[in-house]
């Protein structure tokens, strides 16, 4: 499903909001962590198909942004988890209308 996400939906997807400067791929981002919640950072890079050191760029950028947060895992301190901070919450609402909508209109013709 991520996959088809990345191919047939992401490149039609507007930008989502000018004034925090979110591609589609930062959106893509938003959207898994919507889905799973807090995970480790190395399992959202396996989920976004990206190298750990892309994934990490990409974060640090969104937390620059207020959209992400990091944390420590409870079960293991070592672990760093990535989760949506409030503003990326509404955000990945947003995101996920748009999804529905760029679907909805793909799928119309069959």
């Known amino acids: 499903m991520d996959l088809m ?3 047939l939906v992401l490149p039609r997807l507007p930008s989502l909001d000018e004034s925090l400067d979110v591609s589609p791929a930062d959106g893509h981002t938003l959207a898994i962590l919507g889905r799973t919640g807090a995970i480790p950072m190395s399992n959202l890079a396996q989920m976004l198909g990206l ?3 892309t994934t990490t760029h ?3 950028k969104l937390v620059k ?3 992400l947060q990091r944390g420590r895992a409870e079960s293991d301190r070592r672990i760093v988890e990535v989760s949506l901070a409030p503003l990326g919450k509404a955000l990945e609402e ?3 209308a748009m ?3 760029v679907a909805s209109e793909m799928l119309k013709p069959l």
């Open 65 to 67: 942004k207020k959209l």
């Open 51 to 53: 190298p750990l050191s």
């Open 99 to 101: 999804h529905l909508a």
């Open 94 to 96: 947003k995101v996920r």
């Open 58 to 60: 990409r974060v640090d």
């Open 5 to 7: 996400m990345q191919r």
